[in-house]
């Protein structure tokens, strides 16, 4: 929920500048849309890369949360019998697999921020190119051009955080989903 407002707050965001862009210059505007169908089909690919590597993660976190649970209700019987270097042991292992899987996560989410990066970079630096074009064609004013920059600027500001914010989506649709089974379960 907490991730739904931004969303929303970009996709207006990106829809407006849209919008001013095609009134101000049309092909800017679709020079600009190039940029999205390659945004959409990496934040799909990385999507599905980041829920299957959460869902791992939750799992067990999971079980480390429940080596805890299982403890701390026999305690008794774990100091009874001298357990606790035993269960230490075992919460320490699934607590080292529950880190391993968050290493996992950046490593994909790091590798996904570059690589939008990089996209966006390159948009810009295309869009620039062709600009530079039509200013020394005579085609547009620098001041026009400029314009243009800004609002394109303000329009790949939004594409970035909506395409940033899917590991936080991610993360919370992999707890909800952990949480809708275990519900399920009893």
Request: glycine share 8%; charged share 15%.
């Amino acid at each position: 929920i907490d991730g739904l407002s931004p969303i929303i707050a970009s996709l207006f965001t990106v829809v407006a500048m849209l919008y001013v862009m095609f009134l101000i210059n049309w092909r800017f505007a679709l020079i600009s849309l190039a940029i999205i169908p390659p945004l959409v089909v990496l934040t799909r690919i990385s999507s599905a890369r980041l829920l299957k590597s959460w869902d791992t993660v939750k799992e067990k976190e999971s079980a480390a949360m429940s080596i805890i649970h299982e403890v701390l209700a026999s305690l008794r019987v774990v100091k009874a019998f001298g357990q606790e270097e035993r269960e230490n042991n075992r919460f320490l292992e699934q607590s080292k697999e529950a880190v391993k899987g968050q290493l996992a996560v950046a490593k994909i989410g790091g590798g996904f921020y570059a690589l939008v990066g990089i996209l966006i970079a390159a948009g810009t630096a295309a869009f620039l190119y062709i600009g530079a074009l039509h200013v020394q064609s005579g085609a547009i004013t620098l001041g026009e051009l400029i314009i243009v920059m800004a609002y394109l600027a303000q329009l790949f500001g939004p594409l970035e955080a909506l395409t940033k914010s899917i590991n936080d989506i991610q993360a919370s649709l992999a707890g909800a989903g952990r949480m809708f089974t275990l519900l399920d379960n009893t």
